[in-house]
């Protein structure tokens, strides 16, 4: 199985801050990288798809990055609706395996 | 507007069985694999089980095969989890998720989730 290591956990930020949230993958899975955002209650939201590709609809201070086993997603300056939970996931193999979430927080 | 809706969760003793319902809309669903992925405060989210478009192809992540099935009605736009043998551990919230492709792409929408208990 491929495991997601996902860094940090959780993490306290200013409205206007830039952030970037790390995920790592146990082996190569060739930008079959997708991110989701989750907030307290709801379903989780697509994102990301293939490491770097926006969902339409996604604000444009969402980027994400990597290959590898290396990816990243950024949000280069925090909305007051962007504080909640986010996930990476690979689907590049069964099972198909998440990373452990990094909430986000308002400091 | 894509909307799934869970059904059929509840509590149940380990052991027992139950059948979780996923009613689809606002997309051709016979076009879309679909998924079941479960959530807890502790493990967070694991893929459970994948069905192909058509429903030839099932796929399950170990600590469910053998005990849960997944199938798909294409004329009523609903897909299925039945689950047997339920322990203690299956104990979760259970979301519904389109593939935003075939099998072996991400989920682009995700129901609100229903929740499972399996407890004595």
């Known amino acids: 199985d491929i495991q997601m290591t996902q860094s940090p956990s959780s993490l306290s930020a200013f409205v206007g801050d830039r952030v970037t949230i790390t995920c790592r993958a146990s082996?190569?899975?060739?930008?079959?990288l997708a991110w989701y955002q989750q907030k307290a209650g709801k379903a989780p939201k697509f994102l990301v798809h293939?490491?770097?590709v926006l969902e339409r609809g996604v604000p444009s201070r969402f980027s994400g990055s990597g290959s590898g086993t290396d990816y990243t997603l950024t949000i280069s300056s925090l909305e007051p609706e962007d504080f909640a939970t986010y996930y990476c996931?690979?689907?590049?193999?069964?099972?198909?395996?998440f990373g452990q979430g990094t909430k986000l927080e308002i400091k | 507007e894509v909307q799934l809706l869970e059904s059929g969760g509840g509590l149940v003793q380990p052991g027992g069985s139950l059948r979780l319902s996923c009613a689809a809309s606002?997309?051709?669903?016979?076009?879309?694999?679909m998924t079941w992925v479960r959530q807890t405060p502790g493990k967070g989210l694991e893929w459970v089980s994948t069905?192909?478009?058509?429903?030839?192809?099932?796929y399950f992540a170990d600590f469910v095969k053998g005990r849960f099935t997944i199938s798909r009605d294409n004329s009523e736009n609903t897909v299925h989890l039945q689950m047997n043998s339920l322990r203690a551990e299956d104990t979760a919230v259970y979301h519904c998720?389109?593939?935003?492709?075939?099998?072996?792409?991400?989920?682009?929408?995700w129901g609100q989730g229903i929740l499972v208990t399996v407890s004595s």
């Open positions: 998720a389109k593939s935003r492709l075939g099998t072996t792409s991400p989920f682009d929408y």
């Open positions: 606002g997309f051709t669903f016979s076009n879309s694999a």
């Open positions: 069905i192909s478009n058509s429903g030839s192809r099932t």
């Open positions: 082996q190569g899975i060739s930008n079959s």
């Open positions: 293939a490491a770097s």
């Open positions: 996931q690979q689907y590049y193999s069964t099972p198909y395996t």
